[in-house]
């Protein structure tokens, strides 16, 4: 049975993208119930709830999942997060690029891990970035994909 520790809730944002949320009880919000309806590739979709569950245990901050399913051939979804610093960032990479090898049959690719400030890793329809705050801040990822009406 698929049991995630977070629901989506579209209508907090004014970015369009779905803000992740935890609730003791499992919750899903309507479009995200019917995008588990439409989903049969459960393989995918544990791959996502395995990288939103890990960030959160991790204390990563502002986790924010983007839908690029008909905005993008590259993956389905864009989960952007922070790390507290530099240390933080590093360790959310290096730890959830283990899990991701260790479940999945393609070793995931990593970028910018040396440097610690913006760290992008490639887990085949999950695109992962993880920033410092100041650094997530000054590029604004989210808003590079929100859709011209929500500018």
């Given amino acids: 049975m698929y049991a995630p520790r977070f629901y989506f809730n579209m209508s907090e944002t004014g970015t369009g993208a779905d803000v992740l949320h935890q609730q003791e009880d499992f919750v899903l919000s309507e479009r995200a119930m019917a995008d588990l309806a439409k989903d049969a590739n459960l393989p995918d979709r544990s791959v996502l709830d395995l990288i939103l569950n890990y960030l959160h245990d991790e204390k990563a901050d502002g986790v924010v ?9 590259e993956a389905d979804h864009m989960v952007v997060a922070s790390g507290r610093s530099t240390r933080h960032v590093v360790h959310l990479s ?40 100041e650094v997530r801040e000054f590029y604004q990822l989210e808003k590079m994909w929100q859709s011209p009406a929500e500018t």
Avoid at 65 to 73: A, E, H, M, Q, V
Avoid at 110 to 116: C, D, L, Q, R, Y
């Fill in 94 to 133: 290096e730890n959830l690029t283990r899990r991701l090898k260790a479940a999945c049959t393609v070793a995931p690719r990593v970028e910018g891990k040396s440097a610690g400030d913006w760290v992008l890793i490639d887990a085949g329809d999950v695109i992962i970035h993880i920033f410092r705050p």
């Fill in 65 to 73: 999942l983007i839908d690029l399913r008909g905005k993008s051939s």
